[in-house]
């Protein structure tokens, strides 16, 4: 895990309060492994951009598996959020056109299969519609969009009369939910041009 990315990624979030002394406390001294609890307690209490950097890594590494069970879903849902902004920040070091592998890889740790948790992380739903927009507009593939971006995606199994469907989801920090706010938008206002404003892109692909 690069570290350098980490205090970038808070900058990029909201500005919240001071927590000086449980920053002072955490940064004084990593936690040892009974003290886990509480580092993921006092992560799950702090505003994103007053978490300390140092300590980011740590955080990631806790096997929620130890954690108490009213935990777990909060834990998951800040990790995925942390994992969301670094790939967005990451993002826009790599400049407005992308150049995703072919068989790109995605974390484990960076996917969820819970609309829940995707919610609480501060990913919003997007309809199959948006997607297809953002694809066409930006030249990139749905695994691209999961790679490259945020894109998200839950199955949903067939149940009574509502048959096997899908729930897509983008973080809101992401610079594609530009192009899904222009979709809503379509016919409502006049549109602006997202390759003119520098919007990313993926690069066209050898044949």
Known sequence: MARSLWPALLILSLPAAAWAGALAELKAEAPAADDKVKLVQAFLDMPTAELPADLVPEFLAVDPATLPEKL?????????????????????KRGAVRMPEENCAIEKEAKADSARILMMAGFGPITEDEERFVMDKTNCTERDLMCEFSLQIVGVKAAKKKPAHRLLFLHLRDPLMALVGQYREMGRVKQTNFFGIGGPVCAPRLK
């Open 72 to 92: 777990r879903e909060p834990f998951a849902a800040k990790r995925l959020e942390l994992y969301a902004l670094k790939q967005i920040v990451g993002g826009k």
